[in-house]
């Protein structure tokens, strides 16, 4: 919840970015770096916004479902706990009796899913021992050929209520409910992939706007004060501070008079490379 009221504030402010600087293209196009972080920005925007669609898709069906199956395994497995709580009293089962004796409706309730996965199919393997009944198809078929067997099985089912169908509910229990925990999880992770990739976007997108975009701002301080002034104020309230021209490039900046943004940008650029070679030339006099 948190990550979807951030990302929908972050996506708000990139939206008002574009929102000024679309409506003073002419500025952009007068340097073609300014207009290419534009392009940038824009491009970054429209992605953000087809990982945002993907990523508010609504798993609440999936998790309502899993909480569901859930239930139901739960209700299954305690029902034939009971019987076999039963069974082992009437025997003096005592290690059985030990074995069941936690498993009550809220100690399974409290169970993590793994967990009552684990316990449902321990239930499962007990009550199949217990009562007789086969679980594959070659005892079904020794079953089926031994009639000793079958009047046995159907002695316990008719004394204690275990029947072969309660024990293939947990089993089919036990598969839906992890059936719709795998589907869940793969939704959930990809949630979680998306929020990755929108986060990856969100810092490039920050970089881009305070290294190159906001500087490039500031050199129409004068020479377009409303255009700054609307940008300024879309930025301050991102950044929690106004844009401020770092001291070392505000002087060669304010001091070119009425000078073009191409002007001042080639004649810091040719500062530059005398600079260089100035230290290139000091270097290879020491």
Same mark, same amino acid.
């Given at each position: 919840?948190?990550?979807?009221?951030?990302? $929908?504030?972050?996506?708000?402010?990139?939206?008002?970015?574009?929102?000024?600087?679309? =409506?003073?293209?002419?500025? *952009?196009?007068?340097?073609? %770096?300014?207009?290419?972080?534009? @392009?940038?920005?824009?491009?970054?925007?429209?992605?953000?916004? @087809?990982?945002?669609? &993907?990523?508010?898709?609504?798993?609440?069906? &999936?998790?309502?479902?899993?909480?569901?199956?859930?239930?139901?395994? #739960? @209700?299954?497995?305690?029902?034939?706990?009971?019987?076999?709580?039963?069974?082992?009293?009437?025997?003096?089962?005592?290690?059985?009796?030990?074995?069941?004796?936690?498993?009550?409706?809220?100690?399974?309730? @409290?169970?993590?899913?793994?967990? *009552?996965? %684990?316990?449902?199919?321990?239930?499962?393997?007990?009550?199949?021992?217990?009562?007789?009944?086969?679980?594959?198809? #070659?005892?079904?078929? %020794?079953?089926? #050929? $031994?009639?000793?067997?079958?009047?046995?099985?159907? %002695?316990? !089912?008719?004394?204690?209520?275990?029947?072969? !169908?309660?024990?293939?509910?947990?089993? !089919?229990?036990?598969?839906?409910?992890?059936?719709?925990?795998?589907?869940?999880?793969?939704?959930? $992770?990809k949630k979680i992939n998306l929020?990755?990739?929108?986060?990856?976007?969100?810092? !490039?997108?920050? =970089?881009? *706007?305070?290294?190159?975009?906001?500087?490039?701002?500031?050199?129409?301080?004068?020479?377009?004060?409303?255009?700054?002034?609307?940008? $300024?104020?879309?930025?301050?309230?991102?950044?929690?501070?106004?844009?401020?021209?770092?001291?070392?490039?505000?002087?060669?900046?304010?001091?070119?008079?009425?000078?073009?943004?191409?002007?001042?940008?080639v004649v810091k650029s040719k500062? =530059?490379?005398?600079?260089?070679?100035?230290?290139?030339k000091q270097e290879s006099l020491?």
């Amino acid at each position: 919840m948190k990550d979807f009221k951030d990302f $929908n504030s972050k996506l708000d402010g990139i939206s008002q970015i574009i929102g000024v600087l679309s =409506k003073n293209l002419e500025i *952009l196009k007068k340097v073609s %770096k300014f207009g290419d972080h534009y @392009d940038e920005i824009n491009q970054n925007y429209k992605k953000l916004i @087809d990982l945002h669609v &993907l990523y508010c898709k609504d798993i609440s069906t &999936l998790e309502t479902r899993i909480n569901s199956r859930r239930h139901e395994l #739960l @209700d299954k497995t305690m029902t034939v706990i009971k019987v076999l709580q039963v069974y082992a009293t009437d025997k003096e089962k005592t290690n059985l009796q030990l074995r069941l004796e936690l498993l009550s409706f809220e100690y399974l309730n @409290d169970c993590s899913d793994l967990e *009552l996965i %684990k316990i449902s199919k321990k239930v499962w393997l007990t009550a199949t021992k217990v009562g007789g009944y086969s679980t594959t198809f #070659l005892k079904r078929i %020794k079953s089926a #050929l $031994n009639p000793e067997n079958s009047k046995a099985n159907l %002695k316990f !089912e008719k004394k204690y209520g275990l029947t072969s !169908e309660m024990i293939k509910d947990i089993e !089919e229990a036990i598969i839906s409910f992890i059936e719709s925990m795998v589907i869940y999880q793969q939704a959930f $992770n990809k949630k979680i992939n998306l929020s990755g990739e929108m986060k990856q976007v969100f810092k !490039e997108t920050k =970089k881009l *706007l305070s290294k190159k975009t906001d500087k490039f701002v500031l050199l129409y301080q004068k020479s377009n004060p409303d255009f700054y002034k609307e940008y $300024n104020q879309v930025r301050e309230l991102q950044i929690k501070k106004p844009l401020i021209m770092p001291a070392n490039e505000e002087s060669s900046v304010l001091n070119t008079g009425n000078e073009s943004l191409e002007e001042v940008v080639v004649v810091k650029s040719k500062r =530059k490379n005398l600079q260089a070679q100035e230290v290139e030339k000091q270097e290879s006099l020491s």
